[in-house]
Nanobody
Framework: QVQLVESGGGLVQAGGSLKLSCAAS????????MGWYRQAPGKQRELVAT???????NYATNVKGRFTISRDNAKKSVYLQMNSLKPEDTAVYYC???????????????WGQGTQVTVSS
């Protein structure tokens, strides 16, 4: 089965940096879009950034200029470099992949387990 595993979360001070990683594994034919989403306590999950296989990117307004998303297709991985972190960035960050699994007729969304990012003031 397909799995996404995130890593790189932790506790940092405001203004600091952190890099998140996510690796997809399993029987995968192709990965279209990969992305990062986050969810703070009491709030809905929100989009942070996405990236297509052709490296077209999309960012939430409040992270644009501070965060950079990238991917390595050979490693089936996506990364999120987070700079100038703010306390309001504190959330559980989830990796997402829109991909075609082996044996499937359609692309499906898969999610990682989440990694905690805490930014202290």
């Amino acid at each position: 089965q397909v799995q996404l595993v995130e890593s790189g979360g932790g506790l940092v001070q405001a203004g600091g940096s952190l890099k998140l990683s996510c690796a997809a594994s399993g029987s995968i034919v192709s990965i279209a879009t990969m992305g990062w989403y986050r969810q703070a306590p009491g709030k809905q999950r929100e989009l942070v950034a996405t990236i297509t296989r052709g490296d077209s990117t999309n960012y939430a307004t409040n992270v644009k200029g501070r965060f950079t998303i990238s991917r390595d297709n050979a490693k089936k991985s996506v990364y999120l470099q987070m700079n100038s972190l703010k306390p309001e960035d504190t959330a559980v960050y989830y990796c997402n992949a829109h991909l075609l699994p082996m044996g499937s007729l359609s692309y499906r969304d898969f999610w990682g387990q989440g990694t905690q990012v805490t930014v202290s003031s």
